[in-house]
Antibody, heavy 118, light 106 residues
Framework: QLQLQESGPGLVRPSETLSLTCTVA??????????WGWVRQPPGKGLEWLGS???????YYNPSLKSRVTVSLGTSMTQFSLHLTSLTAADTAVYYC??????????WGRGALVTVSS | EVVMTQSPATLSVSAGERVTLSCRAS??????LAWYQQKPGQAPRLLIY???SRATGIPARFSGSGSGTEFTLTISSLQSEDFALYYC????????FGQGTKLEIK
């Protein structure tokens, strides 16, 4: 059974870069025809898609964040990563990795809370 | 950006009742509309895609309808486990979500 798990720092300083990794258990990114993406949720607020990647490394980004977001595949094809630059307090959120198929997010990780604070 | 607007923000209902949640898109998204359920401390769960197709394992009491700019999610008879947050999402032009509707117990 496919499962996703986010990992990374829980606290990041303003202006720094956030790096999160999503580990795929029960399958390989190269063998599954999903998109692999990131969605975040600020505390008490709604959901925002950040970006997605396919197994051929084609990437798609939220236009409002495109200059700050990078999604990449790991070398093992069981991980993919999120990099978000120039952090501010507004980037404090729970960050989810998720698979998407046909535009809908089918399988989600449990989420990782990231706080941006000095 | 396609803006998704959900109404109402909060809905107080009793178990066993029929409830309808609304979602409006700022421009036509055809039937590229999904609904998610989120419980406290959990990730969202896909309920409906293609405006009206139930995802795997979703009970038949959940149904979706609409196309273009107006969509509804109906729960025919509320169960205790249905009290949660519900989000709509369009995937016609990138992906954007509504701000959510909270179903709470009356």
């Amino acid at each position: 059974q496919l499962q996703l798990q986010e990992s990374g720092p829980g606290l990041v300083r303003p202006s720094e870069t956030l790096s999160l990794t999503c580990t795929v258990a029960g399958g390989s990114i190269s063998n599954i025809s999903y998109y692999w993406g990131w969605v975040r949720q600020p505390p008490g607020k709604g959901l925002e898609w950040l970006g997605s990647i396919y197994s051929d490394e084609t990437t798609y980004y939220n236009p409002s964040l495109k200059s700050r977001v990078t999604v990449s595949l790991g070398t093992s094809m069981t991980q993919f990563s999120l990099h978000l630059t120039s952090l501010t307090a507004a980037d404090t959120a729970v960050y989810y990795c998720a698979t998407s198929l046909g535009g809908t997010f089918r399988l989600w990780g449990r989420g990782a809370l990231v706080t941006v604070s000095s | 950006e396609v803006v998704m607007t959900q109404s109402p923000a909060t809905l107080s209902v009793s178990a066993g009742e029929r409830v309808t949640l609304s979602c409006r898109a700022s421009q036509s998204v055809s039937d590229n509309l999904a609904w998610y359920q989120q419980k406290p401390g959990q990730a969202p769960r896909l309920l409906i895609y293609g405006a009206s197709s139930r995802a795997t394992g979703i009970p038949a009491r959940f149904s979706g309808s609409g196309s273009g700019t107006e969509f509804t999610l109906t729960i025919s008879s509320l169960q205790s486990e249905d009290f949660a947050l519900y989000y709509c999402q369009q995937y016609k032009t990138w992906y954007t979500f509504g701000q959510g509707t909270k179903l709470e117990i009356k």
